[in-house]
């Protein structure tokens, strides 16, 4: 039985991240940055006009009202090269390029135009509402650094900057395998004794939401033959991942199973609870995890052991999240000798994280994720864990109740 934090080094020392790959920006979300980005231009790329309004020379000291002599007119998309001079202005629309002479635009809805005359009723100062060059951007600054991993906002800056291909981490395959002799797919009646297999299904969307391309095998009986074939079938996977069959019990063959695959075992049993029964085998450049088969448990040891792994795997330069401080909403009877990892929702209120117990934690209770964002980690042989105490906790996905 070895600590989490023991283990993950053992784990991540034996992970290299995955080859790059060039591809367009269209299909970059999830993918992590193999490169620096760095801006080739500017953004805005010139000054522009945040309203629609009229562009002019101001001073500080103009009349008002004050009447104009509107000389040019710039729609969004073109530009004019008319230098704008004491009396002059250039009706401008939002998003248009500042003509040259110009130094401010004053709003439409403060204007009156009466043929080519405007008559402003509210003079603005020199610099109103001018959007520079550069504001947001400028040429030449490092926008995303390689090892971040790319959601909506970044792939639209990087758009913003022109850029089409890139340079990524290509992602990382998982092969998935839900082992026991009791599961059944959805789609059919339940037998006596079955139940459904919904580590597959919740552990599929927790590998795509982390950006891996997933290769399910459903259900493997509880048999060393049907285990090495299935390990077979996922030869082309960087990591295997599966669920179940990782205790004691008689039918509880996975990690002989990996031994027997060729597998050198890295470790048994990890010194927490849930999901204490996890094991860890590597095969050439293929790592393999072993997780309980209880739905709440795999979750949590993938969340704390698995996920770190895959981040590094797929190139991200943050593999773990840091612990903070929670304050408890409720209280824990028993959290017994071995550190335990309390399945919590976050609630913000009076300047603190309250940690709000879901109010079952057993392993095999998968409702308790829903609607979970925290998972508190109590320290081995603490005793009851009482409202108002402090803790430690890490965040994990939002799972939106
Ligand atoms: N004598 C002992 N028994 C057990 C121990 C122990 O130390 N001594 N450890 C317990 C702990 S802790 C855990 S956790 C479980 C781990 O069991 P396994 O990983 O071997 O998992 P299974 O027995 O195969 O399954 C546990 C439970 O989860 C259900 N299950 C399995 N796969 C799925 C799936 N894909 N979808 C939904 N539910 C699944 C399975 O039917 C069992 O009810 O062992 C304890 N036993
Ligand atoms: O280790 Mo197990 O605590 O029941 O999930």
Redesign the pocket.
């Known amino acids: 039985m070895i600590e989490l934090e023991e283990a993950l080094e053992l784990v991540l020392a034996r992970i290299q991240p995955v080859e790059t790959e060039y591809i367009s920006l269209a299909d970059a979300n999830r993918h992590v940055l193999a490169q620096d980005v760095i801006s080739q231009i500017a953004m805005p790329p010139f000054a522009r006009s945040p309203l629609d309004g009229y562009a002019y020379l101001a001073i500080d000291v103009d009349p008002r009202p004050l009447q104009l002599n509107v000389v040019s007119e710039i729609p969004a998309g073109t530009f004019s090269e008319r230098v704008i001079t004491r009396g002059e202005a250039a009706k401008i629309f939002t998003g248009a390029p500042i003509p040259p002479g110009a130094n401010c635009v004053v709003r439409m809805e403060d204007t009156e135009l009466m043929g080519d005359k405007v008559t402003i009723s509210r003079p603005v100062l020199p610099g109103s509402n001018i959007v520079h060059k550069g504001e947001e951007i400028q040429e030449g600054d490092i926008l995303l650094k390689r090892g971040f991993y790319l959601t909506p906002p970044a792939i639209g800056l990087l758009a913003a900057v022109g850029i089409n291909q890139l340079k990524v981490y290509r992602r990382p395959r998982v092969g998935l395998l839900?082992?026991?002799s009791?599961?059944m797919d959805v789609g059919q009646p339940l037998y006596l004794g079955k139940?459904?297999?919904?580590?597959?299904y919740?552990l599929r969307g927790m590998l795509q939401e982390a950006g891996c391309e997933v290769l399910v095998i459903p259900?493997v009986y509880?048999q060393i033959e049907d285990t090495l074939d299935a390990l077979e079938k996922v030869s082309e996977a960087d990591v295997i991942i599966s669920?179940?069959?990782?205790?004691?019990?008689d039918?509880?063959i996975?990690r002989h199973a990996l031994a027997q695959f060729g597998c050198d075992m890295l470790f048994w049993k990890l010194n927490l609870?849930?999901?204490?029964?996890v094991s860890v085998g590597q095969k050439g450049k293929q790592l393999f995890f072993?997780?309980?088969?209880?739905?709440a448990?795999?979750m949590v040891t993938f969340e704390l052991l698995v996920r770190p792994a895959l981040r590094k795997l797929a190139g991200r330069s943050t593999p773990e999240e840091a612990e903070f401080q929670v304050k408890m909403a409720g209280c824990f009877g028993r959290p017994g000798k071995q550190r335990r990892f309390l399945r919590a929702q976050a609630v913000f209120k009076d300047g603190v994280i309250w940690a709000d117990l879901a109010p079952a934690q057993g392993?095999?209770i998968?409702r308790s994720m829903i609607g979970s964002h925290l998972l508190v980690d109590v320290p081995a042989n603490h005793g009851p864990v009482e409202v108002g105490e402090l803790l430690m906790a890490r965040w994990i996905a939002d799972w939106e109740s």
């Open positions: 839900s082992t026991g009791e599961l139940i459904y297999n919904s580590n597959s919740t259900i509880d669920t179940g069959g990782a205790s004691v019990g039918y509880d996975m609870k849930p999901g204490t029964p072993s997780l309980s088969g209880n739905p448990a795999a392993s095999g998968l």
